[in-house]
């Protein structure tokens, strides 16, 4: 959580070399979630055995949605890589819902 004042998050940058104001670590979980739905709204997509090693274990995606939609043709895995599709940019939110393990 950042300071909302500038005042406040200026003089915490110049006290502490950031703005911060509250910070709580993510788990291996949450980290791995956060990097694959921020991963997905990217071209490139997500490197699996990256999600994989930030979780801990097992990527948090659900695996009869990621069959379902590589069906559908809304996501497509290349190698080690997961992505979204053109196709399925425009739906990107009910994907995300879909797929990952929150």
């Known amino acids: 959580m950042r300071h909302k004042k500038p005042e406040n998050w200026m003089a915490a940058v110049t006290r502490n070399g950031h ?9 291996p979980h949450e980290r791995a ?6 991963g997905l709204r990217i071209a490139e997509g997500v ?3 990256r999600i994989d090693a ?3 274990g097992a990527a948090p995606i659900e695996p009869r949605a990621l069959a379902r ?3 559908q043709g809304l996501v497509v895995r ?3 890589r997961l992505r ?3 196709a399925g940019m425009p739906v990107l939110e009910a994907i995300l819902r879909e797929l990952v393990i929150a």
């Open 78 to 80: 290349e190698g080690d």
């Open 84 to 86: 979204v599709t053109d």
């Open 54 to 56: 930030l979780a801990g």
């Open 19 to 27: 703005g911060l104001q509250l910070e709580d670590p993510l788990t």
């Open 47 to 49: 490197d699996l055995p």
């Open 69 to 71: 939609l590589r069906e």
């Open 33 to 38: 979630v956060e990097a694959l739905v921020m």
